[in-house]
């Protein structure tokens, strides 16, 4: 049975799955808020019992991780729960599979619920990975990594990418000689199998996404109003504590720049201020501009995403429309 024949329903017609997708600071939780409480506030009118969360952001995943990932307050959990926020421990790693698991059974788990499954965030990896699947990866071996990590730390990040180069040039090729999270997997995975992370991908089963799928893209038309909304957020962040997290974290001990949580955009630069790297306001404009950059890859995934719909929320007409069209795909 193929991974899609596993994660189909058992009904011939496909039940229904909403993305909500957009870059950060666009207003993607508020939009998945109202629709949670309207569809509370008007459940005669359809033929399902409202909605749930599921968050699709690699940062909210964590604990401790809360004013500087936005992370929902108390008072938008208690309007909305979510799934999958708050559940990892920062000093762990949460890959693209588990996401990709946990999520295929939470939408499971939803639709048992007769609710329907609002999938919101703005890690587009995680929605490729929905959408398009996964390869079946080799599981991780803790003395091969271990072993990785210690040619790492004598040789440098170029050393391990030439090594890459020599028996995977194809994945060698598409990686920044930098990106030092996605060298040294593609190295254990070789490590392991003897098969190149390339081969993994190409061999990679079919898979069709087993739902129906809306796919909504959230964002100001204006690229002036996004980066005011980042601007606008960051110091509201400041204000809320953001300084007291990081050094919370900071001083935990167990914690440093090879954890995927603290390369999270604003706690990466924080970090470097804690140690002595950046002076706070170097680390306050490289936090900003690190997120501007964020936001514009989102949107460069966003522009090829296959049949998305558009909305600027800002816009009052938009936001109509933007309501609308999902009322249509639920009744």
Not at 36 to 54: C, L, M, P, W, Y
Not at 99 to 104: C, N
């Amino acid at each position: 049975m193929s991974q899609a024949e596993k994660l189909l329903p058992k009904a011939k017609k496909l039940l229904p799955v909403i993305f909500i997708m957009g870059p950060t600071a666009s207003g993607k939780t508020s939009l998945a808020i109202d629709l949670v409480q309207n569809a509370i506030k008007n459940s005669s009118q359809s033929t399902f019992d409202g909605f749930e969360i599921i968050s699709v952001d690699s940062t909210l995943v964590y604990t401790q991780l809360n004013i500087g990932s936005a992370k929902p307050d108390a008072q938008e959990l208690l309007l909305a729960p979510h799934h999958l926020i708050d559940f990892i421990d920062p000093k762990d790693s949460y890959s693209v599979s588990q996401f990709f698991d946990d999520a295929h059974e939470l939408i499971k788990a939803i639709h048992k619920r007769n609710k329907i499954p609002l999938l919101v965030g703005g890690t587009m990896l995680y929605f490729k990975a929905l959408l398009n699947g996964i390869a079946e990866m080799p599981a991780t071996d803790e003395k091969i990594r271990q072993n990785i990590q210690q040619r790492l730390k004598s040789n440098g990040i170029e050393s391990l990418h030439l090594e890459l180069a020599k028996v995977d040039p194809i994945t060698a090729d598409r990686l920044h000689v930098n990106d030092t999270q996605r060298i040294t997997r593609a190295l254990e995975v070789f490590d392991i199998s003897g098969k190149p992370l390339s081969q993994w991908h190409k061999e990679q089963s079919e898979y069709e996404f087993p739902y129906s799928l809306l796919s909504i893209a959230v964002s100001p038309e204006e690229r002036s109003m996004l980066h005011k909304r980042i601007e606008t957020r960051f110091e509201q962040m400041l204000t809320k504590g953001f300084l007291q997290e990081i050094a919370d974290l900071y001083y935990r001990g167990d914690l440093n720049l090879e954890c995927p949580s603290m390369r999270s955009v604003g706690y990466r630069q924080y970090w470097q201020h804690m140690e002595g790297e950046l002076t706070l306001n170097e680390a306050k404009e490289k936090a900003i501009i690190a997120t501007r950059q964020l936001a514009k890859r989102q949107l460069t995934w966003l522009r090829s995403w296959p049949n998305v719909h558009w909305f600027d929320l800002s816009n009052k007409e938009r936001k109509v429309a933007c309501h609308n069209l999902i009322d249509k795909f639920v009744i």
